[in-house]
Each structure stands twice: as C-alpha cells, then as structure tokens.
C-alpha cells in the first residue's frame, strides 16, 4: 500500500503563489507516475493539472501551463506543485495521486490522498 499526505493549500488573494506537498510513504517502490488533479467547487468530476513519470516525463494541463510547475524530490518522497500567479478559477481542492502505471490518468490512479483546499479570493 501507498499512502499520500497533501499540505500546502490555503486562502490566498489574485496573483498569490502557493507550493503544495505531497508526502508519499508505504510501497512507493512500485511508483511509476504521480500528478495533481483537482476538482472545482461544483464540479462533477476531477480535472488533471500535472503529472510526472518515474523518467521525469511532465505533464502540464493547458488551463496552468506557464503558472504551475510540477516537481518531485526522490529523496524525501515527495511530490510539489508550484503555483504562481493564482486566479479565482484555480479554487479546488487539490489531490495527489499515483499509480504503478507509467502513464497517469484518473482511471488509472491507485492510490489518492485526502485532498487541500485552495482557494483564490479578493
């Protein structure tokens, strides 16, 4: 079993950065793609916004790219997601997920974490 531990969300105004961490623990040997999805406030669904395969191939949805960077320390079995320059429309919560997979995709996430509420407000 993998375990998943985000931090890192907050409230914060326009234009703010936040750093969000994902601690992995458990059978992390049998990683092969980690990423962050996220699910807006009255969304039916989990929209992907980044992921990394264990060949350090990234993964940046269109909706972030130029604003979030995607990012993992192997030593400390962690994963980041560096956001910056923060919009109203970024309010989610925001999970980390992983797979044994080499491709990530939200069918193929074995394991989530709990999830961290960001939210983007004036």
């Known amino acids: 079993q993998v375990q998943l531990v985000e931090s890192g969300g907050g409230s914060v105004q326009p234009g703010a950065s936040l750093r969000l961490s994902c601690a992995a623990s458990g059978d992390i040997s049998r990683i092969r793609c980690m990423g962050w999805m996220r699910q807006r406030p009255g969304g039916d669904r989990r929209e992907p916004v980044a992921?990394?395969?264990?060949?350090?191939?990234?993964s940046i949805a269109d909706s972030v790219k130029g604003r979030f960077t995607i990012s993992r320390d192997n030593a400390k079995n962690t994963l980041y997601l560096q956001m910056n320059s923060l919009k109203p429309e970024d309010t989610a919560m925001y999970y980390c997920?992983?797979?044994?997979?080499?491709?990530?995709?939200?069918?193929?996430?074995?394991?989530w974490g709990q999830g961290t509420q960001v939210t983007v407000s004036s």
């Open positions: 992921r990394i395969d264990v060949n350090e191939v990234k």
């Open positions: 997920a992983a797979t044994r997979f080499l491709i990530c995709t939200e069918a193929n996430y074995n394991y």
